[in-house]
Protein backbone atom coordinates (compact mmCIF):
# COMPACT_ATOMS: atom_id res chain seq x y z
CA UNK A 1 0.00 0.00 0.00
CA UNK A 2 1.41 3.28 -1.13
CA UNK A 3 1.40 6.33 1.58
CA UNK A 4 2.20 8.54 -1.47
CA UNK A 5 0.06 11.85 -0.52
CA UNK A 6 -2.91 12.57 -3.63
CA UNK A 7 -2.39 15.77 -5.58
CA UNK A 8 -4.16 18.61 -4.18
CA UNK A 9 -7.05 19.16 -6.68
CA UNK A 10 -7.36 15.46 -6.16
CA UNK A 11 -7.56 15.66 -2.52
CA UNK A 12 -10.71 17.90 -2.21
CA UNK A 13 -12.73 16.11 -3.85
CA UNK A 14 -16.06 14.97 -1.86
CA UNK A 15 -15.67 11.60 -3.39
CA UNK A 16 -12.07 11.11 -2.14
CA UNK A 17 -12.80 11.91 1.15
CA UNK A 18 -12.81 8.72 4.37
CA UNK A 19 -14.64 11.42 6.72
CA UNK A 20 -17.76 11.51 3.70
CA UNK A 21 -17.74 7.95 3.24
CA UNK A 22 -18.01 7.40 6.71
CA UNK A 23 -20.17 9.68 7.91
CA UNK A 24 -22.99 9.63 4.51
CA UNK A 25 -22.52 5.07 5.33
CA UNK A 26 -23.55 6.38 9.05
CA UNK A 27 -26.36 8.10 7.76
CA UNK A 28 -27.29 5.58 5.59
CA UNK A 29 -27.27 2.60 8.65
CA UNK A 30 -29.11 4.93 10.56
CA UNK A 31 -31.76 5.23 8.54
CA UNK A 32 -31.69 1.48 8.00
CA UNK A 33 -31.93 0.86 11.26
CA UNK A 34 -34.86 3.22 12.12
CA UNK A 35 -38.02 0.69 10.44
CA UNK A 36 -36.60 -1.95 12.40
CA UNK A 37 -36.27 -0.26 15.75
CA UNK A 38 -39.53 1.53 15.36
CA UNK A 39 -41.83 -1.84 16.51
CA UNK A 40 -39.57 -1.78 19.85
CA UNK A 41 -40.44 1.44 20.51
CA UNK A 42 -36.69 1.98 20.70
CA UNK A 43 -34.57 4.88 18.81
CA UNK A 44 -30.21 4.06 17.50
CA UNK A 45 -28.75 5.30 20.26
CA UNK A 46 -30.88 3.60 22.85
CA UNK A 47 -30.58 0.32 20.57
CA UNK A 48 -26.98 0.93 21.21
CA UNK A 49 -26.89 1.63 24.63
CA UNK A 50 -28.97 -1.55 24.97
CA UNK A 51 -26.47 -3.66 23.09
CA UNK A 52 -23.60 -2.74 25.91
CA UNK A 53 -26.66 -3.59 28.52
CA UNK A 54 -27.39 -6.75 27.43
CA UNK A 55 -23.44 -7.64 27.44
CA UNK A 56 -22.97 -6.31 30.71
CA UNK A 57 -26.23 -5.40 32.89
CA UNK A 58 -25.12 -3.93 35.63
CA UNK A 59 -22.67 -1.42 34.40
CA UNK A 60 -21.47 1.71 35.67
CA UNK A 61 -22.65 4.87 33.52
CA UNK A 62 -19.15 5.90 33.17
CA UNK A 63 -18.68 1.94 31.45
CA UNK A 64 -21.58 2.53 29.30
CA UNK A 65 -19.92 5.71 27.79
CA UNK A 66 -17.05 4.77 27.46
CA UNK A 67 -18.33 1.71 25.08
CA UNK A 68 -20.45 3.55 23.69
CA UNK A 69 -18.26 6.91 23.19
CA UNK A 70 -20.55 8.99 24.79
CA UNK A 71 -19.92 11.79 27.27
CA UNK A 72 -22.33 11.96 30.24
CA UNK A 73 -24.26 14.91 28.88
CA UNK A 74 -25.21 12.77 25.49
CA UNK A 75 -25.83 9.64 27.95
CA UNK A 76 -28.02 10.84 30.74
CA UNK A 77 -30.66 11.93 29.21
CA UNK A 78 -30.64 8.73 26.82
CA UNK A 79 -30.47 6.95 29.88
CA UNK A 80 -33.21 8.88 31.80
CA UNK A 81 -35.82 8.50 28.79
CA UNK A 82 -35.13 4.65 28.92
CA UNK A 83 -35.56 4.49 32.24
CA UNK A 84 -39.00 6.27 32.00
CA UNK A 85 -39.90 4.12 29.29
CA UNK A 86 -39.20 0.89 31.85
CA UNK A 87 -36.36 -0.69 30.29
CA UNK A 88 -33.85 0.46 32.98
CA UNK A 89 -32.74 1.48 36.24
CA UNK A 90 -30.34 3.68 37.57
CA UNK A 91 -28.69 3.35 40.61
CA UNK A 92 -26.77 5.34 42.66
CA UNK A 93 -23.40 2.45 43.97
CA UNK A 94 -23.54 1.53 47.46
CA UNK A 95 -19.69 1.90 47.66
CA UNK A 96 -19.67 5.28 46.02
CA UNK A 97 -22.29 7.40 45.79
CA UNK A 98 -20.61 9.48 42.32
CA UNK A 99 -21.11 6.29 40.61
CA UNK A 100 -24.78 5.27 39.07
CA UNK A 101 -25.01 1.82 37.81
CA UNK A 102 -27.39 0.98 35.14
CA UNK A 103 -29.25 -2.41 35.05
CA UNK A 104 -32.04 -3.73 33.03
CA UNK A 105 -35.50 -4.55 34.13
CA UNK A 106 -37.03 -7.35 32.99
CA UNK A 107 -38.96 -5.04 30.03
CA UNK A 108 -35.40 -4.38 28.95
CA UNK A 109 -34.46 -7.72 28.86
CA UNK A 110 -37.62 -8.94 26.68
CA UNK A 111 -36.39 -6.32 24.47
CA UNK A 112 -33.33 -8.90 23.44
CA UNK A 113 -35.21 -11.27 22.14
CA UNK A 114 -37.52 -8.99 20.32
CA UNK A 115 -34.62 -7.34 18.66
CA UNK A 116 -33.01 -10.68 17.98
CA UNK A 117 -34.04 -10.19 14.26
CA UNK A 118 -32.03 -7.00 13.52
CA UNK A 119 -28.69 -8.05 13.14
CA UNK A 120 -29.97 -10.70 10.28
CA UNK A 121 -31.99 -7.99 8.56
CA UNK A 122 -29.09 -5.30 8.55
CA UNK A 123 -26.62 -8.40 7.12
CA UNK A 124 -29.26 -8.90 4.15
CA UNK A 125 -29.48 -5.20 3.14
CA UNK A 126 -25.92 -4.73 2.95
CA UNK A 127 -26.23 -7.30 0.53
CA UNK A 128 -22.39 -8.46 2.12
CA UNK A 129 -21.60 -11.88 3.67
CA UNK A 130 -20.89 -12.30 7.21
CA UNK A 131 -17.10 -12.40 6.80
CA UNK A 132 -16.93 -9.41 4.77
CA UNK A 133 -19.30 -7.48 7.19
CA UNK A 134 -16.75 -8.65 9.90
CA UNK A 135 -13.84 -7.90 8.33
CA UNK A 136 -15.26 -4.37 7.21
CA UNK A 137 -16.47 -3.74 10.69
CA UNK A 138 -13.04 -4.91 11.99
CA UNK A 139 -10.86 -2.11 9.71
CA UNK A 140 -13.24 0.35 10.80
CA UNK A 141 -13.28 -0.71 14.62
CA UNK A 142 -8.98 -0.26 13.97
CA UNK A 143 -9.34 3.12 12.42
CA UNK A 144 -11.37 4.29 15.21
CA UNK A 145 -8.50 3.01 17.56
CA UNK A 146 -5.95 4.66 15.86
CA UNK A 147 -7.75 8.47 15.73
CA UNK A 148 -8.40 8.15 19.22
CA UNK A 149 -5.48 6.63 20.44
CA UNK A 150 -3.32 9.99 19.83
CA UNK A 151 -4.49 13.46 20.69
CA UNK A 152 -5.06 15.56 17.08
CA UNK A 153 -2.05 16.91 15.95
CA UNK A 154 -3.11 17.55 13.08
CA UNK A 155 -3.01 21.81 11.59
CA UNK A 156 -3.46 23.72 8.43
Known amino acids: MSNATPSTSNALLLDHQLC ?8 AMTKLYKPLLEPLGLTYPQYLALLVLWEHDGCMVSQLGERLFLDSGTLTPLLKRMEAAGWLQRQRDAQDERRVRVTLTDAGRALKTQAASV ?16 ALTQQIQQLRDRLTAQPSTASL
Open 119 to 134: PACVLARSQCTVQELQ
Open 20 to 27: FALYSSSL
